[in-house]
């Protein structure tokens, strides 16, 4: 029995695809991967820090995006979409579309069952290699816990640091921002274990 044959694609193909298409696709190596929806939990806390981000930047020089807005990581072809996109230089795009962000500074992901292992993993590996990224931020889905890392300007090392109580807080330094755990999570209950 054959195996089945994996198409590759040119990255201009990939965009040229994920322009015109209704939903949402990661583009590595020449092959194209569909994103899965978002939980009602996801959608919450994503609401809840584009809500606080957002307000906080205003008429700051740094600026927020959702979800919507793609990045590439031209040293290892990723392209794709990270839950909060913050960007503090002005952009530099991959083309003239004006849709593809290649120097982000902070970076989102709200992890969910099936996406945390890769946004532990995987991802942040592709994403370390972004240059201009300063910090990463993780928050859990499914219990109260963010876990964030600071790049060391010093050195490149990344230093992580974990918050899980309620009436905690986390800092951004990059933008400065105190986020309070209970603010990420507001309209949401969890059982931590």
Same mark, same amino acid.
């Given at each position: 029995?054959?195996?089945?044959?994996?198409?590759?694609?040119?990255?201009?193909?990939?965009?040229?695809?994920?322009?015109?298409?209704?939903?949402?696709?990661?583009?590595?190596?020449?092959?194209?991967?569909?994103?899965?929806?978002?939980?009602?939990?996801?959608?919450?806390?994503?609401?809840?820090?584009?809500?606080?981000?957002?307000?906080?930047?205003?008429?700051?020089?740094?600026?927020?995006?959702? %979800?919507?807005?793609?990045?590439?990581?031209? !040293?290892?072809?990723?392209? /794709?979409?990270?839950?909060?996109?913050? #960007?503090? =230089?002005?952009?530099?795009?991959?083309?003239?579309?004006?849709?593809?962000?290649?120097?982000?500074?902070?970076?989102?992901?709200?992890?969910?069952?099936?996406?945390?292992?890769?946004?532990?993993?995987?991802?942040?590996?592709?994403?370390?290699?972004?240059?201009?990224?300063?910090?990463?931020?993780?928050?859990?889905?499914?219990?109260?816990?963010?876990?964030?890392?600071?790049?060391?300007?010093?050195?490149?090392?990344?230093?992580? %640091?974990?918050?899980?109580?309620?009436?905690? !807080?986390?800092?951004?330094? /990059?933008?400065?921002?105190?986020?309070? #755990?209970? =603010?990420?999570?507001?309209?949401?209950?969890?059982?931590?274990?």
């Amino acid at each position: 029995m054959a195996s089945p044959v994996t198409k590759y694609y040119a990255a201009k193909d990939y965009l040229e695809l994920e322009r015109i298409s209704e939903e949402k696709h990661e583009f590595y190596r020449g092959e194209i991967y569909a994103m899965s929806g978002a939980s009602y939990e996801h959608n919450v806390i994503e609401d809840n820090l584009r809500v606080t981000i957002g307000n906080f930047l205003k008429g700051k020089s740094c600026r927020s995006f959702g %979800s919507n807005l793609r990045i590439h990581i031209s !040293s290892n072809t990723l392209y /794709t979409y990270p839950d909060i996109v913050i #960007l503090c =230089e002005s952009p530099k795009f991959v083309d003239e579309q004006f849709d593809t962000v290649l120097n982000p500074t902070v970076l989102f992901e709200i992890l969910s069952p099936s996406t945390a292992n890769y946004d532990r993993g995987a991802k942040f590996d592709f994403y370390r290699e972004i240059e201009s990224l300063k910090e990463y931020v993780l928050v859990d889905s499914t219990i109260y816990h963010c876990v964030q890392y600071q790049k060391n300007n010093k050195d490149g090392t990344w230093i992580l %640091s974990e918050t899980k109580q309620l009436s905690d !807080s986390f800092n951004i330094a /990059t933008i400065e921002l105190t986020l309070r #755990l209970e =603010e990420v999570y507001a309209g949401l209950t969890f059982q931590n274990t």
